[in-house]
């Protein structure tokens, strides 16, 4: 899960759209999700018309006078993204993954690089690609020139991720190009750009629609939700005391 805010380019996610689903009385869940939305247009506004707002019950929360509704998770939107890959093929990548790209204890970096490219990857000229590295989708991960994407970084790129040249990523941090819309709670993504020399230190985490400026550093543990400007170094105030224990 990842920030319901951010930039837009609303789109689903990658993953292949499955079966639907068939419950009690025979409608399958595009069915469902049909009727929902024709009631939830019928109530007016507040009322999501992408998804079946139900509420708690008696004693249901309520705010200015009006009850608070709840998305039912069993009526999001549905997955359908231009960029999926057959199912067989993503479940391929998952095992080689976990055999030759993640595996701690496969220790070269042009192995690793290698299987990125056979997978649809576009990864540049001396790039170092440590262990315990995870990249959801191959195919949509572009890496210039004399990158470093340093142990166990996650990059979850439903939508792409543009790494320019000379940019380091380090160890643990996370980058994502999804999350959910908040009213509805289907999948939106955008694209993440990082511009060429940017260092991404320790465990930060990199959300859906930013572009990281050319040159800039981002500080251990930082939440980037944001364009970072070139030249910069961009993070929270340091922690400081702010009492005595004893």
């Not at 139900?54 to 709840?70: H, I, L, N």
């Not at 479940?91 to 649809?120: E, I, K, M």
């Amino acid at each position: 899960m990842t920030s319901p805010d951010g930039p837009t380019a609303v789109r689903p996610g990658t993953e292949l759209v499955p079966e639907m689903p068939t419950q009690q009385g025979g409608l399958d869940r595009r069915t469902r999700i049909a009727r929902a939305a024709a009631v939830a247009a019928a109530s007016g506004p507040g009322v999501s018309s992408a998804a079946m707002l139900t509420s708690s019950g008696t004693g249901a929360a309520t705010t200015a006078g009006r009850e608070v509704p709840v998305v039912d998770l069993n009526e999001v939107p549905p997955l359908d993204d231009p960029r999926a890959r057959p199912s067989w093929l993503v479940f391929l990548w998952w095992v080689v993954q976990r055999l030759l790209v993640t595996n701690s204890l496969q220790p070269s970096s042009r192995l690793r690089a290698r299987v990125l490219r056979l997978f649809g990857a576009e990864i540049g000229a001396d790039v170092i690609i440590r262990p315990r590295v995870r990249v959801r989708f191959p195919w949509n991960l572009h890496v210039g020139d004399r990158c470093w994407i340093g142990e166990g970084v996650w990059i979850s790129n439903r939508d792409l991720v543009i790494l320019r040249s000379d940019v380091v990523l380090s160890q643990e941090t996370f980058v994502t190009t999804g999350s959910h819309d908040r009213r509805h709670m289907g999948v939106v993504t955008a694209p993440v750009v990082v511009e060429d020399g940017a260092w991404v230190t320790t465990r930060c985490i990199v959300l859906r629609g930013v572009r990281i400026g050319r040159s800039c550093i981002v500080t251990p543990n930082t939440v980037i939700d944001r364009d970072v400007p070139p030249g910069a170094i961009y993070g929270a105030p340091r922690a400081s005391v702010i009492g005595e224990r004893f």
